[in-house]
C-alpha cells in the first residue's frame, strides 16, 4: 500500500498569512503516459463530513475559493492557502488515487494564531 | 443537487451486527462506484469498502475483509454495508461517498460525502 505522510500535524497561521501543508507518497503518483499525479486533498471543518477541495493535485473543484491551490509532482505536495480566512480552519487529507487500496495522509489540523 | 444520506448506526456489543444504509438522490445511481470510508474518534479517514456501479465487483480493506459485506440496490438508489463479528476498534464514524474513477488505476477519489452514522462497539 502507498503511505501518506503530511505534515506538519497541526499548524497556526494569521488571518490573512499564507498556509502552506505538505504531503509526500511512499511511492511516485505521477502516471507518465498522461503525465498527471493522483493526488487528491480534502478540507473537514468541525462536525462535517470531508470536503473535495482539489484533484489531479491541482485541479480545484467546482466553488473551491481561488485562495486554495496545489503543486507539487511525483512524492512531494503542497496545499497552500494564499490568504488564510477565518473559515478555512479546518482538519486537510491528502488522498493517492494511484493504485488501490487509496489512502489518506493522517490529516494536517490548521488553527488561526 | 446530490445527496447522501446515511442510516443505521448505533450502539453494538463486540461480536454483534449492524447494517448501514445510504440513500442516494440527485444523480444516477447506477452509473457510479460507491465506497464506504470509516473516521474513528478523533482520527483520520480510513477507505472501508468499495462496490461498483453495477455491484457485480466489491472490494474491501483487509481490516473487515471476511467480516462486512457491501451492497447495492440500484431500485431503491441505496447502498449498503453489513457489519459482522464486530469489534471495539471498528468505533467510528461511517461516511458513503461517491467514487470518481480514473484510469488506468482503477482507482478514485470522492466527490461527494454524507454526513455519516456513528458506530459504537461496545460492552
Known amino acids: 500500500d502507498i503511505v501518506m505522510t503530511q505534515s506538519p500535524d497541526s499548524l497556526a497561521v494569521s488571518l490573512g498569512e499564507k498556509a502552506t501543508i505538505n504531503c509526500k507518497s511512499s511511492?511516485?503518483?505521477?502516471?507518465?503516459?498522461?503525465?498527471?499525479?493522483?493526488l487528491a486533498w480534502y478540507q473537514q471543518k468541525p462536525g462535517q463530513p470531508p470536503k473535495l477541495l482539489i484533484y489531479w493535485a491541482s485541479t480545484r473543484e467546482s466553488g473551491v475559493p481561488d485562495r486554495f491551490s496545489g503543486s507539487g509532482s511525483g512524492t512531494d505536495f503542497t496545499l497552500s492557502i494564499s490568504s488564510l480566512q477565518a473559515e478555512d480552519v479546518a482538519v486537510y487529507y491528502c488522498?493517492?488515487?494511484?493504485?488501490?487500496?487509496?489512502?489518506f495522509g493522517q490529516g494536517t489540523r490548521l488553527e488561526i494564531k | 443537487e446530490v445527496q447522501l444520506v446515511e442510516s443505521g448506526g448505533g450502539l453494538v456489543q463486540p461480536g454483534g451486527s449492524l447494517r448501514l444504509s445510504c440513500a442516494a438522490s440527485?444523480?444516477?445511481?447506477?452509473?457510479?462506484?460507491m465506497s464506504w470510508v470509516r473516521q474513528a474518534p478523533g482520527k483520520g479517514l480510513e477507505w472501508v469498502s468499495s462496490i461498483s456501479g453495477s455491484g457485480g465487483s466489491t472490494y474491501y480493506a483487509d481490516s473487515v475483509k471476511g467480516r462486512f459485506t457491501i451492497s447495492r440496490d440500484n431500485s431503491k438508489n441505496t447502498l449498503y454495508l453489513q457489519m459482522n463479528s464486530l469489534r471495539a476498534e471498528d468505533t467510528a464514524v461511517y461516511y458513503c461517498a461517491r467514487e470518481v474513477m480514473v484510469v488506468p488505476a482503477d482507482a478514485y477519489y470522492f466527490d461527494y460525502w454524507g454526513q455519516g452514522t456513528l458506530v459504537t462497539v461496545s460492552s
Open positions: 511511492q511516485s503518483l505521477l502516471y507518465s503516459p498522461n503525465n498527471k499525479n493522483y
Open positions: 488522498q493517492q488515487y494511484y493504485s488501490t487500496p487509496i489512502t
Open positions: 440527485g444523480f444516477t445511481f447506477s452509473s457510479y462506484a
